[in-house]
């Protein structure tokens, strides 16, 4: 990114080009196995072993039709 673009002023444009790379980054370090969603169930998993669906639900942030699939 470069030049004196409207885009690269905007704080939404720019948190869009933030995430790309974050993603791309994450993809990389998973090897493409993990999605971020799984990699939080599975690392709350190991902090609390025992908790169910709904508990998992709250301390992650991922609603109920995502944690079924």
Do not use: C, Y
Request: glycine share 8%.
């Amino acid at each position: 990114m470069g030049g004196n673009n409207s885009l690269d002023r905007s704080p939404v444009h720019l948190l869009h080009r933030a995430s790309q790379a974050v993603e791309l980054a994450f993809a990389t370090w998973t090897r493409g196995k993990l999605t971020p969603r799984q990699l939080a169930v599975l690392m709350t998993i190991e902090e609390s072993e025992g908790l169910n669906q709904t508990d998992l639900m709250e301390r992650t942030g991922i609603d109920r039709s995502t944690m079924t699939d």
